[in-house]
Every structure is written in structure tokens, then in C-alpha cells.
């Protein structure tokens, strides 16, 4: 199993950067592959993005070019760098840690407590 802890949520201005970090420990080795979650309230988790150890990523299209994902495979970390951020992106941020990058939230095996980000308009 893997524990993982988002931190670096907050209020931020619609427009302005925010960084989301992960923190991953226990069986690091079977997170192959790290990817980030969001879900506002009342509504379904949805994909934001994932990378896997080499570096492959993918992105939801609502925040392509606005959102970097990156992992620091030494550290077991992921991070998710928000920049240009807009009202719609206000939800929880969860990190998850499973074997391939995927969409999909039931493919992945861990999930931290996530953090909240609030874009202010």
C-alpha cells in the first residue's frame, strides 16, 4: 500500500498560480504511475491529469496548457503547478497512485485526503 499527502492548497485569485504538492511513502515502488483528481461539491471526481515514472503525461482538456504535472521519482513526490487558474477549477485535489496512467479514478489503488484549492473571481 501507499500513503500519500497532498499539501499547497488555498485561496487564490482567478487568473493568479497555485502549486499542489503529493507526498508518497509506504510501497512506493508499485506507483508506477501518479495522477491528480478534483471534485467540487455534489459533483463526480474528475481526471485534472498523471504522469507515470517516465515522465509520459496526459491532461484533462479543461486544463491543458494551464496545468503542469511533474514527479520527482527520487522523492516519491508529484506535484501539479496551476497556473492561469479560473473559478471552475475551485474543488478538492486528490493524488492518486497507481500502475498506469489512466482517466479513469477506479483504476487507481491509493488516494490521499486532498486539499482544497479556491479560485476566488
Known amino acids: 500500500q501507499v500513503q500519500l499527502v497532498e499539501s499547497g492548497g488555498g485561496l487564490v485569485q482567478a487568473g493568479g498560480s497555485l502549486s499542489v504538492s503529493c507526498a508518497a511513502s509506504?510501497?512506493?515502488?508499485?506507483?508506477?504511475?501518479m495522477a491528480w483528481f478534483r471534485q467540487a461539491p455534489g459533483k463526480e471526481r474528475e481526471f485534472v491529469a498523471a504522469?507515470?515514472?517516465?515522465?509520459?503525461?496526459d491532461y484533462a482538456d479543461s486544463v491543458k496548457g494551464r496545468f503542469t504535472i511533474s514527479m520527482d521519482n527520487t522523492k516519491n513526490a508529484v506535484f501539479l503547478q496551476m497556473n492561469s487558474v479560473k473559478p471552475e477549477d475551485t474543488a478538492i485535489y486528490y493524488c492518486?497512485?497507481?500502475?498506469?496512467?489512466?482517466?479513469?479514478?477506479?483504476?487507481?489503488?491509493?488516494w490521499g485526503q486532498g486539499t482544497q484549492v479556491t479560485v476566488s473571481s
Open positions: 492518486a497512485s497507481g500502475r498506469v496512467v489512466t482517466r479513469n479514478s477506479e483504476t487507481y489503488d491509493d
Open positions: 509506504g510501497r512506493t515502488f508499485r506507483s508506477y504511475a
Open positions: 504522469i507515470n515514472r517516465s515522465g509520459s503525461t
